[in-house]
């Protein structure tokens, strides 16, 4: 290897923002996720973990100008699951083997709504007891709401800062929207107990390799256990998307950026959970396993009934939209094995980093 990668792959937070950058933009990208992916085995083994992912809902109160299923795109059909919906995909995915679920949706903070899924999650709860994981990204929510879904069963959560640098995230968000207010979830989430994942987009306009190496250092400063992290993709219904240009060329370099950010994150932390997002499978039909590859160890494979999922497109190609559950696990389990990892069945897959707390 070189100095800087064996540098970055002997200790964590080993790296200065500079090398930082340096890493994140190495001419060599093979060589980089190979560093990325040697320090994934030796920290968390050569296995995946899966989350079954639940998009329960696309109604959403706030307003970000790169999201599809944002308030103001009137082109959404707009779609929420019922309680026994949700707890029959729960079953599913406990029954397929996955160890964990993740429940999404787009952001409500109602009374109605936060008493909705504490009810879910007590249901899901009483099924598969504490082996198996809950994860929730329902965004923005009061201490108070957070610690009664942590009561209820929930113990991770999943709230992404999308950008470290405020000044960015005043450019892609209406005013009313708070970067500080978004930090101090995070902080919020930590204290009512939950495994605290967060992260960003990589390939919004505006944004620099500086900025993408300030996120990784903001994921250390945070002490974050898990890190979901994807490219930004355009989607033609919003502000941010409507006249962006999406070549394939486009497409290659937006996928890169997204191994790269994988790669350095994991450089740089050594024993967080992180996820392949499936904004890289969008870009590229193998993205998640070379999101993998280069030093991701979870994978959310869809557990959403087919039906709904045309209606969760938060950017354009979401991939899956006409496959089934069942399908779906088949051809991740041959994807997996063909590149010589194994799944982690019926575990939680808690992050390491969470678990030497
Ligand atoms: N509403 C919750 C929230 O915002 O935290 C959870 C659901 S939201 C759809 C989940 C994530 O989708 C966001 O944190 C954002 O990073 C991502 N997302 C939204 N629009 C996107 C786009 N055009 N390209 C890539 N990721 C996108
Ligand atoms: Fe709503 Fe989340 Fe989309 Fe923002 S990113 S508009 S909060 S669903």
């Not at 792959?9 to 890493?23: D, F, G, Q």
Request: net charge neutral.
């Amino acid at each position: 290897m070189t100095p800087l990668l064996d540098k970055a792959s002997a200790a964590p937070r080993a790296l200065t923002h500079r090398e930082l950058v340096e890493i994140l933009t190495w001419p060599d990208a093979k060589k980089l996720f190979a560093a990325a992916y040697a320090v994934k085995c030796r920290e968390i083994g050569k296995f995946v973990s899966f989350r079954g992912l639940v998009e329960f809902g696309n109604v959403c109160e706030k307003d970000c100008y790169y999201c599809g299923i944002r308030r103001s795109n009137g082109k959404v059909r707009r779609y929420r699951m019922d309680a026994d919906e949700i707890v029959r995909e729960a079953e599913w995915a406990l029954k397929a083997g996955y160890g964990s679920l993740v429940l999404q949706s787009g952001e409500l903070t109602g009374e109605a709504n936060v008493a909705f899924v504490e009810n879910v999650l007590k249901r899901i709860h009483a099924i598969g007891g504490d082996d198996f994981g809950i994860t929730i990204s329902l965004g923005e929510q009061s201490e108070e709401t957070y610690r009664r879904w942590r009561e209820a069963g929930a113990h991770r959560y999943l709230l992404r800062i999308e950008t470290s640098n405020p000044e960015l995230y005043a450019k892609l968000h209406p005013a009313d929207h708070s970067w500080e207010r978004r930090r101090d979830c995070l902080r919020a989430l930590r204290r009512c107990g939950y495994q605290v994942g967060s992260g960003v987009m990589s390939g919004l306009p505006g944004q620099t390799a500086d900025d993408l190496a300030s996120d990784i250092e903001f994921f250390a400063s945070e002490d974050l256990d898990m890190i979901g992290m994807g490219p930004y993709i355009p989607h033609a219904d919003t502000p941010l998307g409507m006249n962006a240009e999406w070549t394939p060329e486009l497409r290659k370099a937006r996928l890169e950026l997204g191994l790269r950010m994988i790669a350095a994150t994991r450089l740089y932390l050594h024993d967080v959970n992180i996820a392949a997002a499936t904004a890289l499978q969008a870009l590229d039909p193998e993205g998640r396993e070379k999101g993998l590859l280069a030093g991701a160890n979870v994978i959310m494979p869809n557990v959403t009934e087919t039906r709904y999922r045309a209606d969760y497109q938060l950017y354009a190609d979401k991939p899956c939209l006409n496959e089934n559950s069942t399908l779906c696990r088949g051809c991740l389990e041959r994807r997996i094995a063909s590149i010589g990892e194994s799944i982690h069945w019926n575990k939680r897959g808690d992050s390491p980093h969470w678990s030497k707390r």
